[in-house]
T-cell receptor
Framework: GAGVSQSPRYKVAKRGQDVALRCDPI?????LFWYQQALGQGPEFLTY????????KSGLPSDRFFAERPEGSVSTLKIQRTQQEDSAVYLC???????????????FGSGTQLSVL | QQQVKQSPQSLIVQKGGISIINCAYE??????FPWYQQFPGKGPALLIA?????SEKKEGRFTISFNKSAKQFSLHIMDSQPGDSATYFC????????????FGTGTRLTIIP
């Protein structure tokens, strides 16, 4: 596709349920990021992949959050035993190889809006 | 700890006027400063970015002014148009060794006719 694709667009979960959010980055993009955006706030970094390697997961708020990118393309963010404070928009972004001019731009998807009831 | 502070929280500008949004950062290791534009229901989109080796960068109606000694940078939108109504985020990162962006809290810009 032409851009970063995220699914589902909206997810409603009951407290305690597990959820999985999918990100399809731009084809060929090496770097993939997950951000969490609370209502009325700026995005906050969760984790970063370079190809299939998770190089930084310092932003994951708890061990209930887990991300993977097994083949260096599609990534999944999993949240176990969801809590109300997990309600937010989860944004995925991808970027080409650094040092390649326009390929340094970070492209965001439209996000998955997660509501935990 | 909020490493990038953004102001104002909201801004109303008349069509044709200049919109100015300000950001201040704390971490002197930051060396990449982008501005993102976000429309409701969409992800942020890169508008313009600057590195600290220059004090100003202009792209069309958008200009970033950068003051390294004050650790401040600002976005100026000239000839503001209703289509510019959106939320704007400043951000900062270290280019080498740490890829993540630290975002400001956002400015909701409304351009009125």
């Amino acid at each position: 596709g032409a851009g970063v694709s995220q699914s589902p667009r909206y997810k409603v979960a009951k407290r305690g349920q597990d959820v999985a959010l999918r990100c399809d980055p731009i084809s060929g993009h090496v770097s993939l990021f997950w951000y969490q955006q609370a209502l009325g706030q700026g995005p906050e970094f969760l984790t970063y992949f370079q190809n299939e390697a998770q190089l930084d997961k310092s932003g994951l708020p708890s061990d209930r959050f887990f991300a993977e990118r097994p083949e260096g393309s599609v990534s999944t963010l999993k949240i176990q035993r969801t809590q109300q404070e997990d309600s937010a928009v989860y944004l995925c972004a991808s970027r080409g190889e650094q040092g390649k001019g326009e390929n340094e731009k970070l492209f965001f998807g439209s996000g998955t809006q997660l509501s935990v009831l | 700890q909020q490493q990038v502070k953004q102001s104002p929280q909201s801004l109303i500008v008349q069509k044709g006027g200049i919109s100015i949004i300000n950001c201040a950062y704390e971490n002197t290791a930051f060396d990449y400063f982008p501005w993102y534009q976000q429309f409701p229901g969409k992800g942020p989109a890169l508008l313009i970015a600057i590195r600290p080796d220059v004090s100003e960068k202009k792209e069309g109606r958008f200009t970033i002014s950068f003051n390294k000694s004050a650790k401040q940078f600002s976005l100026h939108i000239m000839d503001s148009q209703p289509g510019d109504s959106a939320t704007y985020f400043c951000a900062a990162s270290m280019r080498v060794g740490n890829e993540k962006l630290t975002f400001g809290t956002g400015t909701r810009l409304t351009i009125i006719p």
